[in-house]
Structure formats: C-alpha cells, structure tokens
C-alpha cells in the first residue's frame, strides 16, 4: 500500500451553518509556496476515513487505501500563516462527508502546489472587475479581497448569490469592507426568502436577473461594459452558463491565455 501522509493539521473550523464550513489548515513543518490570490489546492482524506452519518448513500464506494483528491479555492492571502477553505458539503459526494467528520487538531492531505488561472493579474488595474459567486464561489473572491485587490484603481463590485442568508459566508466581512473601501460595492441575494425567519430586505433574484435590470449600474456606480469591466464567474456551472449566455450577447468574450477576453470562470 502506498504510504498516505496527511501533510496539514485542521487549525480551525467555523460553521457558517449546516452545510457549509470555512476551515483553515497549516502545513506541519512545510511552507505552501506564495501563491496568486484565486488559485486553489488539492485536499485529500483517505477512502477509510468515515463519512458523516447524515450523508447519504456514496456514488462509488472507495477504496480505503486510496486517498480521495478534489479541488479547493483558497480563501485566504499569501501572507496569513493558515490556508482557508470554505466548502459546502455534497451529502451524497466522497470527500465532503469524511472532512465533516474532522476537528481541530485532525490531520488532512493539502497539495503543495496552488494553481488555477482564476486570478487577477491579467486584469489591467483600471479596469473595474465583477466578481459574482454562487454559494462556497467567493472563496477565490476572499483571497483577491484580502490580498491586494481593493488597492486596484477600478471599481470592485461583488455580487453573492445563495439559498438563504445564513448560507453568505462572509457576510459580515465584505459588508465591513464595503463601508471601508470607497470602490468596493456588495451586492448579496438570497433566492428562498420565504425561509428567512426574520425577514431579509435585500435582493431576492436570481443573479442573471439582477443583471439585466437597468437599476444595477445605477447601484454599482457605473455601466458594466467590455471595455471598462472583466467579469469573473465562480460556482454553479447553471449560473455560469446563463451568464456567459447574457454576457456574450452584449460584446463580452471568454478569456483564455491565447485570446484575451473579459469573461473568467471557474466551474466548482
Ligand atoms: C478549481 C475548483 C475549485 C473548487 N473550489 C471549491 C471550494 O472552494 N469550495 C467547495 O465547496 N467546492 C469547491 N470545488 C468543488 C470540490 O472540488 C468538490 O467537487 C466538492 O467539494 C464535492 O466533493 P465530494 O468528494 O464531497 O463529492 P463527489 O464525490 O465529487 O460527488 C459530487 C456529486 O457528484 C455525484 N457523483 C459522483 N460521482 C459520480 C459519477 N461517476 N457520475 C455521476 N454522479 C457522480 C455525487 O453523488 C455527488 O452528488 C472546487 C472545484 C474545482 C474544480
């Protein structure tokens, strides 16, 4: 059997409710290399490990001497000692179980190299940027914002959409941050208000619907176009989809390294 080394320690675990969790995790006597703010890693946890008893039944029934790998974005900066995560658990998925059975102080597999081209270096810094998640997407969101992001010189617009408002990591942060950068707007939605015990007086559509509302640019301070704005899209790939849909028929262009365009996503 080949060896498998649970490289990190779980430093912290915060439940922002049910099913989502921010986690931070340190290298034990490693360093991650600096890495670009929207990058992700990999994490992993032996098939043995025990899934949760809410979950339900597995896909595929994994092997035990077999580490299960999936993708993370990092939710923190370069400079912080921890690397944080903030992951939504899939009942019926393979990984996501066994980490919810974790605690601080547990040990978990974190690849020793970020990658992802989801970042913002390619992004002239006059340029406003809008960076609009589904559910766990603002994780790469949170990375940019506490690297150096608000320090751009464009606009920097959030929009978070989510089931309800106890599923808005990060609430309370980019509200904060909101009132502190001039250039920087949240924009949060919630889709099942009718669940929301105390009523929420936000945004309750859907993010391709707040899109097309002429109000939008007036609320954000200027009219998203492709030449002043890149669009990063993180999450649902549903959500994606219909936005790429919406964007392109207004002149914007998927972005890749060979040709350049004003649309990012990543598909969790
Ligand atoms: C670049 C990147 C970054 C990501 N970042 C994040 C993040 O920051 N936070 C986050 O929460 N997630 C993130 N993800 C998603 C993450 O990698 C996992 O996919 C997710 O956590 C589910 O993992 P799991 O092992 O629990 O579920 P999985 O075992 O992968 O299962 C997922 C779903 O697929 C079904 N399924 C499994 N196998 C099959 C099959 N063969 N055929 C049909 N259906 C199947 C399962 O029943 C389940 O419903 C990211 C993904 C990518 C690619």
Known sequence: MAEIKLNSIITNIIKVSESMRIIRVKPDEWNLPPFKA?????????????????ATEEFKKQDPEKMIRRAYSIASSSTDEYVEFYISLVRSGSLTPRIWNLNIG???????????????DQVDENQNVILIATG????????????????????????????NSWDL???SELKLLSKMFHNFTYYPTITEPEKEPAGWSGDTRFIQDIWVDPQFSEKIGFKPEKNNSHIFLCGNPI?????????????????????????????F
Not at 108 to 118: H, R
């Open 169 to 171: 990591g990060y609430f």
């Open 136 to 163: 766990t997407g603002v994780a790469p969101y949170m990375s940019m914002l506490r690297t150096d992001a608000l320090h751009r010189k464009g606009k920097i617009v959030i929009i978070q959409g989510a089931s």
């Open 38 to 54: 929207g990058q992700f890693v990999v994490l992993g946890l032996p098939g043995s490990f025990p899934r949760i008893s809410g």
């Open 106 to 120: 547990d040990r978990i597999y974190m690849s020793q190299k970020p990658t992802g081209m989801f970042t913002l």
């Open 239 to 267: 959500m994606i989809n219909t936005m790429k849909d919406l964007l392109h028929q207004e002149g914007f262009k998927d972005h890749s390294r060979r040709e350049p365009g004003q649309i990012h996503a990543e598909e």
